[in-house]
Structure formats: C-alpha cells, structure tokens
C-alpha cells in the first residue's frame, strides 16, 4: 500500500471541509459553531494529521494530555531514585558509567516531557506543584524498593522494557510535541532495556548466589512490571477519549499482553522463571495466557501507600528546594543577558 505523505493527509482533511461545510481550510475554526469544531477536530485526527499547540483543541482533550505527559514526566524523574539508589554501590567503574548515563537520560526524558507538556498551556511550576501535593501521579513501579544489584538488572529489563513497549506506540499519538519527543525517548529507552539486560543475564550465568538474586529480583518485580500499563480495558476510564483521540493507539491490555509475549522469550534465554504458575502459550490466540493481577496491591500504591511512596516525594521536595538558588541563578542570568541584549 502507498503511504500517505503528509501533504495528501492535509489534503484529505480539506476536501472532507469541502465536503461537510462547504469552507476552505484557512481559519476554518472561525464561524464554527462547538459542535462543528468538535467534528472538524475529529476529521483531522482521523486523518492522522497530528495536532500542535496553537491549533485549536477540545478542552478536555488538551487536559487529557496535561494530565498523562505531566504524569509521564514524573514518572521520568521520580525513576531515578531507585537507580540513583545504587551509583555508589555499583560492582565496577563500567558499571556505573553505565548507570550514572542510563539515570542521566531519564532527568532529560523528563525534561523534553515537561516541555511538551508546557505546550499545553500550563507552567512546570504548576506541574510540580500537582506532584507534590499529590494531585498528580507518577508509575506505580517507582514506589518499589530496589534491595539489591540485580534489581538494576530487572528495572532496566522489565521496567524500561515495559515503557519501551508503551512509549514505541506513543510515538504515534495524536499530539505532535508529545509524538516527537517520544521519538528520542525510544532511542534511548532501548539501551537502558539491554543495559539491564546485561545485568540480569551476566547475574543469571554467574554463582548460584547471583543466580538467585536474579531470580528474587524478577520474582518481586514482575508483578509490579505488569501494572505499569494501568488498569484492565474494562476498568480503565481513560481509555475512551484516549482511542478516540488517538492519544492513545494500543489499549492497556493490548501492550500488557505484547511485553508479556516478548519478555518470557528472554527470561527462557537466561534460565530464569517467571514467577507465575498460569502463565501457559495459547495456541490458539498465538499469546501466553497469564496468571490474576493484585489490582489491590495496585490501586494501594496508587493512593499513596505502597512501600516507598512517601520516601519518594519527601526525596523529591527536598531536592527541588535544594536546588532554589540554582533556578533562581539560572533565571537571574538569563534575564540579565535579555538585558544586555535590548541594549546592543
Ligand atoms: N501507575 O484510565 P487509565 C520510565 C492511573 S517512566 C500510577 O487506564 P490512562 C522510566 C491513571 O493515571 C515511563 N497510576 O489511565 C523512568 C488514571 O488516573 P488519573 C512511564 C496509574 O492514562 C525511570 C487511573 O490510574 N510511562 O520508563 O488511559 C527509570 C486509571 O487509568 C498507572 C508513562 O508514564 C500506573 N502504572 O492509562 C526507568 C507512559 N496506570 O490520571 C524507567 C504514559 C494507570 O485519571 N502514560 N494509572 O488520576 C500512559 O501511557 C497512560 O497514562 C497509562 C495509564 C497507560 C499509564
């Protein structure tokens, strides 16, 4: 099939105007009435044409977005604790350049994040505030302890194996800036997953100790791992707008299933056990069916009361007062070159 350039798309969305309400594309919002933007807005993401920040937008589709880049950000920047956890601890210089990098792309992951969900209209500030009086969330997974070494494997594996397979499908979401920074964000989610790849299977081949280590840190995290991708399709509120919308192009059990059919591959490669007894190929769906997930467990954490929740944000708060002067430096030097620059 001949792929669609992107002059064609908008040419699609014109010719359906045409059609529809007899009006050129130029300013084409203007003497439309809400429910004719509504539909002129949809035909536009129907045609995959993508949306950026000063076109017009439903209210609730630019919050739909606040909320899950915002969320998304979060997640990024709340992540490195538990890796940022075990920088002094790694068992060779090697290995914790590496670390120190992976943790280092996570802080820009959340920078482009906050940028993109800038966008939108509202101010990082703003964003910050949400997570630090708890009125946003960030990923389960990060209110997990890491206890040992090998969890630096199992987050690397499972954790950014997990955001790989969500974030690949990102990339064609609905939202431009939110589309391209995903872009980036893959290219390097796909080192981090080999990066912990690489831990967990040199762990694996090593003593029996280490062996077990592996096997303990794929055993606590697994679980949490598959809670990543939300709450099943029929429990999800979201999930309506987000197909619609094309925010979101797989549902939550969609990309759940596809992480799960390509990691149990992996973990077999390194003779290691999925810690669930259900977990069974079906031949005749072509996926591996899958044991109860503890949706009480989950929405436990969610609320705030998983093991390392409040940890995380203490850690959070701290280190964003710690860090005033230095935004207030940055701030005081940037307005003082604007300045000079008014002057010349
Ligand atoms: N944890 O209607 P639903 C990384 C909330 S970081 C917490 O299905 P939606 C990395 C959900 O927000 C990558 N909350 O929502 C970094 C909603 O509550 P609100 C992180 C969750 O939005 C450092 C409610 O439950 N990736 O890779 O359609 C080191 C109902 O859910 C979770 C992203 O953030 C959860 N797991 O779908 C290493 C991806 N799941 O907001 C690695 C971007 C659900 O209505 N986000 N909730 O109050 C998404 O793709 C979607 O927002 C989700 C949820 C799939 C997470």
Same mark, same amino acid.
């Given at each position: ?6 002059? /064609?798309?908008?040419?699609?969305? @014109? &010719? ?29 993401? &129907?045609?995959?044409?993508?949306? !950026?920040?000063? /076109?017009?937008? +439903? ?14 950000? =979060? ?33 820009? =992951? ?81 080192? =981090?997953?080999?990066?912990?790849? !690489? ?9 029996? !100790? ?13 679980? +949490? ?17 987000? @197909? ?16 799960? &059919? ?14 669930? +007894? ?5 031949? !005749?769906?072509?996926? *591996? /069916? ?16 998983? +093991? ?24 005081? *030097? ?8 008014? @002057?010349?």
């Amino acid at each position: 099939m001949l792929k669609k350039s992107s002059t /064609d798309k908008n040419q699609l969305f @014109v &010719d359906y105007f045409f059609v529809k309400f007899g009006q050129p594309n130029k300013n084409i919002y203007n003497n439309m009435d809400e429910q004719q933007k509504l539909d002129a807005f949809q035909a536009k993401i &129907d045609a995959e044409i993508k949306i !950026e920040p000063k /076109d017009w937008m +439903p209210e609730e589709y630019r919050k739909h977005l606040q909320r899950q880049i915002s969320q998304h950000a =979060h997640s990024e920047v709340i992540g490195m604790q538990p890796e940022g956890n075990w920088v002094l601890r790694a068992p060779s210089l090697r290995a914790k350049v590496v670390l120190l990098a992976k943790i280092q792309d996570e802080a820009g =992951h959340g920078q482009y994040l906050y940028a993109a969900g800038e966008t939108l209209g509202k101010s990082r500030d703003e964003f910050i505030e949400e997570l630090q009086t708890e009125k946003a969330k960030y990923s389960s997974i990060f209110n997990y302890p890491t206890l040992t070494w090998a969890d630096m494997g199992a987050v690397g594996w499972l954790v950014d194996g997990a955001a790989i397979v969500n974030q690949v499908s990102l990339q064609r979401t609905s939202y431009g800036p939110y589309a391209r920074a995903m872009v980036r964000i893959c290219k390097e989610e796909s080192f =981090h997953q080999r990066q912990g790849y !690489e831990i967990i299977a040199h762990m694996a081949k090593g003593t029996p !100790e280490q062996k077990a280590m592996a096997q303990d840190a794929l055993n606590r995290l697994w679980w +949490p791992s598959l809670m990543m991708f939300g709450p099943h399709d029929a429990d999800s509120p979201n999930l309506g707008n987000g @197909v619609k919308w094309k925010i979101k192009r797989e549902t939550n059990d969609e990309l759940r299933q596809k992480f799960i &059919d390509k990691t149990v591959h992996q973990a077999e490669v390194i003779g290691l056990t999925i810690p669930d +007894p259900d977990l069974k190929w079906n031949e !005749e769906t072509g996926h *591996y /069916d899958y044991g109860k997930i503890d949706w009480d467990e989950f929405w436990n954490v969610v609320k705030g009361n998983g +093991p390392c929740n409040k940890q995380r944000l203490e850690h959070h708060k701290r280190a964003h007062n710690n860090g005033k002067w230095v935004r207030e430096a940055a701030l005081a *030097y940037a307005q003082k070159q604007k300045a000079k620059q008014m @002057v010349a």
